[in-house]
């Protein structure tokens, strides 16, 4: 398995613990205000993205769907209401986050069709091809080892399946470059810690954001894995791109 830069970035340098357990902690410390400081930071703006990133799925109308790195479960609540699946398995390494998100299912009514599980995007537990479609927002960067995740989402993808990852990227236009590196240095990682209290999740989103091979690199990943039909869509002058490859 190859190494990527973005895969030794862990939120904490001076951790034993490995970036797994690492994540896993961060997101339990981070998990009650998680949802407020994405709403806060992108001034709203995730909802589209996610918005757009399930609506990749509409022509395949899948039927049983697999969302990793699930967190609080938005992308799965947003899936039925766009796509009308039979049934959503989210899983997540953080319990703290799958707690909240069992609470928003639950308002929801959703109960019957979303079922969240504590899982590992690396060792996912279910039979090859059982799913339709698998769906990551702003996960991939956290995977310890990013080819046997997208590895193991390839083996339960059932053949055409389809999967869509949201993910953070960096612009390259010019003054929108400089201007969204300011924004993360200055504005992301002081908000971040006066609202999460967690000194290293802000810095570590910064890190590992930069460190991520994004756009044509991360879609050669997925045809070297074999995906195919792999296209990469950047979204809001290239803050943010949607990635989907089929099995």
Known sequence: MTEFAHDIIVPSKGSDLSKKDQVADMFNNIACRYDF?????????????????????IKLRPKNIL????????????????????????????DGMLEIGRIKIKKRGLEKTIELLNGDSETIKFADNSFDAVTVAFGVRNFENLEKGLGEIKRVLKPGG???ILEFSQP????V???????MKLVARNVGKLFSKNRNAYKYLDESIKKFPEGKNFTLILDNL?????????????????YCGEN
């Not at 390259?172 to 003054?175: D, E, F, R, T």
């Not at 074999?226 to 949607?242: A, D, H, R």
């Open 172 to 175: 390259q236009i010019a003054g």
């Open 162 to 164: 389809k999967l869509v």
């Open 37 to 57: 400081l994405n709403r806060f930071l992108s001034a709203g703006i995730d909802i589209w993205w996610r918005k757009k990133a399930i609506r990749q799925l």
């Open 67 to 94: 969302d990793v790195a699930t967190g609080t479960a938005d992308v799965a609540i947003m899936t039925t209401a766009i796509l009308h699946p039979d049934k959503i398995t989210g899983i997540d390494i953080s």
């Open 226 to 242: 074999g995906y195919t039909n792999t296209y990469c869509k950047p979204l809001s002058l290239g803050i943010c791109s949607i």
């Open 177 to 183: 470059k400089q201007l969204y590196n300011m924004y």
